[in-house]
Nanobody, 114 residues
């Protein structure tokens, strides 16, 4: 049974930073792409950033230059370092991995106060 456990969300003031973590366990297959999505109230779930097994990254335009995705293949963990946070970054953040099917985390709330 594949499990994704997210941590690191919380309340932060605009301009502050947070670091999200998502640890994958129980997979008998290689973890391929790891990604972070977010969903604000009343909006669809959108891709924030992803990273493939080779370390190539991809970011939404809205977070380029502020967020950094990284992964530790030994720990099977993906991180999202979020700097210069804005109120519009407020959302539930979800981790998604492909191993080889898609698995989602339970979500972690990030609230940025202005």
């Amino acid at each position: 049974q594949v499990q994704l456990v997210e941590s690191g969300g919380g309340l932060v003031q605009a301009g502050g930073s947070l670091r999200l973590s998502c640890k994958v366990s129980g997979s008998n297959f290689r973890v391929n792409t790891m990604a972070w999505y977010r969903q604000a109230p009343g909006k669809q779930r959108d891709l924030v950033a992803d990273i493939n097994s080779g370390g190539r990254t991809n970011y939404a335009d809205s977070v380029k230059g502020r967020f950094t995705i990284s992964r530790d293949n030994v720990k099977n963990t993906v991180y999202l370092q979020m700097n210069s946070l804005k109120s519009e970054d407020t959302a539930v953040y979800y981790c998604k991995v492909t191993a080889p099917w898609a698995y989602w985390g339970q979500g972690t709330q990030v609230t940025v106060s202005s």
